[in-house]
């Protein structure tokens, strides 16, 4: 005679039967399933308010080094990419389930609760006052702070190219003599003069370089832009 094979699933609620008397497993589910929206809500509003901190109480032997960075190596990658990096209460975009995760988990690992957030991300991303890759730091002290998560798509591979013409008014300056020359190149022989010279050349270069000079002007200070190194830490829109 056969035994009958062993169907773990009917054991499991065959016990979940004896128990029920004693212990109620869905108002148990039911208390675990409000405490982590409790303790997301404390979260979410921390991040929203903003609370000022530039220290958190982190136990450093659970840390992973590798997510340690100085406010130095932020501001260059910032001023590289044209990136800001500012309290998470102007963040204006939605974080992850998984940044939340990590949030609990690195609270309970270091038995504290985090203060003092912060994001780097592109100036789009951020209300910011009038005057594509984001990521999640919490101050740990002496301007270090710890990469809590990092979501979003990656940041093109060109941007930093791109975002150097604006780094400074110098770099700004090459960049308006690269499109003028440019623009001189493709004006047609005989256009502004029956001779075709290196002065010629010179002046047609020279007008150019102002016309196109003052265009970037007008657009700087229409839209309030401003250089890279001045904006990374700023919260403002025209800063």
Not at 37 to 43: A, C, H, W, Y
Request: net charge positive; hydrophobic share 45%.
């Amino acid at each position: 005679m056969l035994l009958p094979r062993t169907n773990i699933e009917k054991k499991l609620i065959s016990l979940r039967k004896k128990k029920s008397e004693t212990f109620d497993w869905r108002k148990q589910i039911q208390l675990i399933f409000e405490v982590e929206e409790q303790i997301n809500d404390q979260i979410e509003r921390t991040l929203k308010q903003g609370e000022a901190s530039d220290q958190n109480a982190f136990i450093f032997d659970h840390l992973d080094t590798n997510k340690i960075y100085h406010i130095d190596q932020i501001k260059k990658i910032c001023i590289d990419y044209r990136l800001r990096f500012l309290d998470s209460r102007y963040f204006k975009g939605k974080l992850p389930k998984e940044a939340y995760t990590k949030i609990k988990n690195l609270e309970k690992k270091h038995e504290t609760k985090l203060t003092g957030f912060k994001i780097m991300a592109p100036s789009k991303l951020f209300k910011l006052a009038n005057a594509d890759d984001p990521l999640l730091f919490a101050p740990m002290g002496n301007n270090y702070f710890y990469l809590i998560h990092k979501w979003g798509n990656d940041l093109h591979p060109l941007r930093r190219f791109t975002m150097w013409f604006f780094k400074s008014f110098e770099n700004l300056t090459l960049l308006t003599c690269i499109i003028s020359l440019l623009v001189t190149l493709l004006v047609p022989d005989g256009l502004f003069s029956k001779e075709n010279n290196t002065a010629t050349f010179f002046m047609v270069f020279l007008f150019m370089f102002k016309s196109i000079a003052a265009i970037v002007l007008f657009y700087g200070f229409a839209l309030g832009k401003n250089f890279n190194t001045a904006i990374w830490n700023s919260k403002f829109f025209n800063a």
